[in-house]
Structure formats: structure tokens, C-alpha cells
């Protein structure tokens, strides 16, 4: 059965660094996500992306936030410089109106 | 916001005995759709139920979808212990032109145990 996956699994970084988490969504979807999920708490919409553009960001994706489909099959999520409250679980999700979930990045910024 | 709100918090069963757990909502909604987290791992889709449907089975799962009182309730016959994981609500509306895509607002969650 096709699965979106991502990596790394994990993922340490120093404040103000860049990281870049990587997924890949099954391949006849056509819409993909990223979400978060702080310890403990919801898991949050990040962005959407269609057709080679964001369909839709929240207000937590802002100008540190970037989204690319650089090859036709992986879609990867870019934060610039690292904030500590951007650790968290970040998922990926491909799918239409049935949303499937990658097993997540846990990236964890010192 | 169409915020899923779940409950109960916690809920902890012996196995084989049966598991509801509840989550309600704000606003219009096209679809809702159930999730099964184990711990620190990723979501697992369980099921989607259309806003023009009351009742959706899946194997051991049933769902159903109460619009008027913007409610819904997973309901997990003859628990086993694997079926300990938190599990969320998620509710949509559609994004694009064409309506065929959507973001999820996730609930809060009920936390399931299930002992032996």
C-alpha cells in the first residue's frame, strides 16, 4: 500500500540554523500539507500546496517558511533561521479530501 | 474556527469491552475525518465521514456524524490493547475552486487505554 514518507526522523538543529524536512507524497495525489505538532499539543495546518503554488498558509507560516516541489516527487518544507519554538513534530499529508500523514520529522532546535 | 473539541480526555477500558469517544465542532463542515496517533508516532487515517452521511462502518470502527448538533462519535467494538493511541477528530472545508481539497482542524484529542 503506497505511504507518504519523510525524513529525517529527527532532526537536531541550532537556533538561527536552517533545516529543510523532506517528504514524499504517494504519487498520484495532488494536493500536499505540512502540519505541526507542538508536545502535547494539536496538530496544527501549516500550508497547502496545488499545482506547483500555496493554496492556502496559516498564520504560523510566515516569511521563515517555505515550501518547494523541486522534483515532481518530493516536497520539502524549508524554515531559514530556527526559532526554539519551532520544535515540534512537523507531518506531511498528500491527498484530496482523505488526507494521509507521513510519520513525521521531530525536529528539535537548542 | 472549526475547532474539533474531543471527549473524553482520557478513557481507559479492559480489552474486548467497547470504546466511544466524542468531538464536537463550530461551524460548517464538508467532511470529518477520524485519526489514530500512537505515541510520538505519526497520524493514521481511520475513516471519513461525508457532511451528507450519519453513520460510516469500517471494520471494528463505526462513525457517526450528528450535523444538526455538529457532532460526531467513533465508537471501537471489542477493544484489544492495541488499539491504545490517542485518537482525533478532523474537520474540513474545501480550499479549492473545485472544492476537492481542504486543510483539517485537528481536535484536542482522546487519549484510549486499553488493558488487559
Known amino acids: 500500500e503506497p505511504e507518504v514518507t519523510q525524513t529525517p526522523s529527527h532532526q537536531v538543529t541550532q537556533m538561527g540554523q536552517e533545516v529543510i524536512l523532506r517528504c514524499v507524497p504517494i504519487?498520484?495525489?495532488?494536493?500536499f500539507y505540512w502540519y505541526r505538532q507542538i508536545l502535547g499539543q494539536k496538530v496544527e495546518f501549516l500550508v497547502s500546496?496545488?499545482?506547483?503554488?500555496?493554496?492556502?498558509k496559516s498564520e504560523i507560516f510566515d516569511d521563515q517558511f517555505s515550501v518547494e516541489r523541486p522534483d515532481g516527487s518530493n516536497f520539502t518544507l524549508k524554515i531559514r533561521s530556527t526559532k526554539l519554538e519551532d520544535s515540534a513534530m512537523y507531518f506531511c499529508?498528500?491527498?484530496?479530501?482523505?488526507?494521509?500523514f507521513g510519520p513525521g520529522t521531530r525536529l528539535t532546535v537548542l | 474556527s472549526q475547532q474539533g473539541e474531543e471527549d473524553p480526555q482520557a478513557l481507559s477500558i479492559q480489552e474486548g469491552e467497547n470504546a466511544t469517544m466524542n468531538c464536537s465542532y463550530k461551524?460548517?463542515?464538508?467532511?470529518l475525518q477520524w485519526y489514530r496517533q500512537n505515541s510520538g508516532r505519526g497520524l493514521v487515517h481511520l475513516i471519513l465521514?461525508?457532511?451528507?452521511?450519519r453513520e460510516k462502518h469500517s471494520g471494528r470502527l463505526r462513525v457517526t456524524l450528528d450535523t444538526s448538533k455538529k457532532s460526531s462519535s467513533l465508537l471501537i467494538t471489542a477493544s484489544r490493547a492495541a488499539d491504545t493511541a490517542s485518537y482525533f477528530c478532523?474537520?474540513?472545508?474545501?480550499?479549492?475552486?473545485?472544492?476537492?481539497?481542504?486543510?483539517?482542524?485537528f481536535g484536542t484529542g482522546t487519549r484510549l487505554q486499553v488493558t488487559l
Open positions: 461551524t460548517s463542515i464538508n467532511n
Open positions: 504519487s498520484n495525489h495532488l494536493y
Open positions: 465521514i461525508r457532511s451528507n452521511e
Open positions: 500546496f496545488y499545482n506547483n503554488e500555496i493554496s492556502e
Open positions: 478532523a474537520t474540513d472545508a474545501p480550499l479549492s475552486p473545485t472544492g476537492t481539497a481542504s486543510k483539517l482542524t
Open positions: 499529508a498528500s491527498g484530496g479530501w482523505e488526507q494521509f
